[in-house]
């Protein structure tokens, strides 16, 4: 495909990925507020807690390879079938592993819930590994209509089951369907979407050259998920289920909102830049664009979304869930760095160096848990903001390889999100400013997001952003490519 084909190629599947992340996790954030309101922070904290070592495990089922099969340009149906069957056994091996390790686990714990629970939570990770082979299909044609589609349905469905159980008082086994029942789901949909299948072939030579890719990102999300997770390992420890109900639950807005845009920039991204890695210039604009693109949107949420986070709790979950308002605005300023993190390292996946990715987790873990061994002493609030501080360094540590791959620098980096931050933090001053006129929560909030929504796209326009121009262009060829195709 030439530039032209790819850019047309990556807008429409940069629009389903948007509109499958929008409509999935819009009811999925409107799902997790009536559990909220249904289910105890304790009980939510349990199955965050049940949540860490399913996906551990998961690393094994489904990292590595998978991405392997989207960055290798001629990957063919002997690659897939292999990878799938491989897939399926180490997710047997995993199960297998954590149904003997249950009771242990609940032991060092001191929560018998536990063994049920995990024992039951942990068949998703057969449903991952199908999944994952075919979202890979999916992103090598760059084909995310139909994730839409069986994302869509799958979270109706699996809200559906929840709230019902919650209603009925089952409290975190609500959880527990709710999980099963969308992966179930997600899987059964793509099966008749997604037209692949895998075949009786099955190559340790066509193993090992993936492997040979994949493993080094196997060991990265592997050494990821653990620094991601050691918090609230610690945090399940040291104090109880009902706290790290209220750290993870104030994780999730902010989670919400960036899976939702940079998420879906970074999943087209990815096999748009392994289209393009022999052209190093391509590949650059496509990063700055991404990165740009990604801060534009990011930044005036996570900064306005802490502004308001009080009363956004208070309306939605109920003062129940008060205490998760630090760690909400904690998570936002940790978050909003996340474009330059994840552009920085798609960039140097696409480009085969996954050599480079390796060393970097290293380096960033090593430094993110000198960061947490130090926050430790000083108690929960210094464990959350050790996560600001180790986003902080994360940023730096993953944009410096591309300064020599391609010419483009954290400074530079920074150069072009500058604008968008300023414009940002200037705009939540203002918000904050309504809080002082001790108004009715409801229209507070109200007040809050429209003047800010109206405050960062009116002045954004004043002062000619690059981006906002360039979005205001792709999205009329967007509607003129969808108009010739009538």
Not at 303 to 315: F, R, S, T, W, Y
Request: proline fraction near 3%; charged fraction near 10%; charge should be positive.
């Amino acid at each position: 495909m030439n530039d032209k084909q790819i850019k047309s190629k990556v807008i429409s599947s940069l629009f389903w990925k948007f509109m499958e992340r929008l409509g999935t996790q819009g009811i999925q954030f409107i799902v997790q507020i009536a559990l909220a309101r249904l289910i105890l922070p304790e009980e939510y904290g349990t199955i965050a807690l049940i949540t860490i070592f399913i996906s551990f495990a998961n690393v094994f089922v489904q990292y590595g390879f998978n991405t392997a099969l989207i960055q290798k340009k001629d990957a063919n149906e002997t690659d897939f079938s292999s990878v799938f069957f491989l897939s399926l056994v180490v997710a047997g091996l995993c199960y297998a592993i954590l149904f003997v390790s249950a009771p242990l686990i609940a032991q060092f714990f001191e929560n018998a819930m536990l063994i049920p629970l995990l024992r039951v939570l942990s068949i998703t990770l057969f449903l991952g590994g199908l999944n994952s082979i075919q979202n890979a299909v999916i992103a090598r044609n760059l084909e995310f209509r139909k994730l839409f589609y069986s994302s869509l349905g799958a979270v109706v469905g699996s809200g559906i089951v929840g709230i019902a159980m919650a209603y009925n008082g089952f409290g975190a086994w609500a959880l527990v369907a709710q999980q099963l029942t969308n992966q179930l789901m997600v899987a059964s949909i793509l099966w008749f979407t997604v037209r692949w299948r895998p075949g009786f072939l099955f190559s340790l030579e066509s193993l090992k050259g993936l492997f040979s890719f994949g493993w080094k990102l196997l060991v990265s999300a592997l050494i990821n998920m653990l620094y991601n997770n050691i918090q609230s390992l610690f945090i399940a420890k040291i104090y109880n289920p009902a706290m790290l109900g209220y750290f993870n639950r104030g994780q999730q807005f902010p989670s919400l909102i960036v899976s939702n845009i940079n998420g879906s920039i970074q999943s087209v991204m990815f096999p748009a830049l392994a289209l393009k890695q022999d052209n190093l210039h391509r590949v650059k604009e496509m990063v700055r664009r991404a990165i740009v693109t990604s801060a534009f949107f990011i930044f005036p949420m996570m900064v306005g979304l802490a502004v308001i986070a009080e009363p956004l709790i208070k309306i939605l979950l109920t003062d129940k869930w008060l205490p998760c308002v630090p760690f909400l605005q904690i998570s936002c300023a940790a978050y909003a760095l996340l474009p330059i993190h994840t552009a920085n390292l798609q960039a140097i996946n696409a480009l085969g160096r996954s050599d480079i990715f390796l060393k970097l987790e290293i380096v960033k873990n090593v430094v993110s848990l000198a960061i947490l061994g130090i926050s430790l002493a000083f108690g929960i609030y210094a464990i959350a903001a050790g996560m600001f501080f180790s986003s902080v360094a994360s940023s730096f540590i993953n944009a410096y390889p591309n300064k020599k791959l391609l010419n483009y620098s954290y400074v530079q980096q920074l150069k072009d999100v500058m604008p968008s931050l300023l414009l940002s933090l200037a705009m939540g001053v203002i918000i904050y400013s309504f809080s002082w006129l001790n108004m009715n929560p409801g229209l507070t909030l109200t007040m809050q997001i429209c003047v800010g929504v109206l405050i960062y796209f009116g002045m954004a326009k004043i002062l000619k952003f690059e981006c906002l121009s360039y979005l205001m262009i792709t999205a009329k060829e967007l509607l003129d490519n969808r108009k010739k195709r009538k």
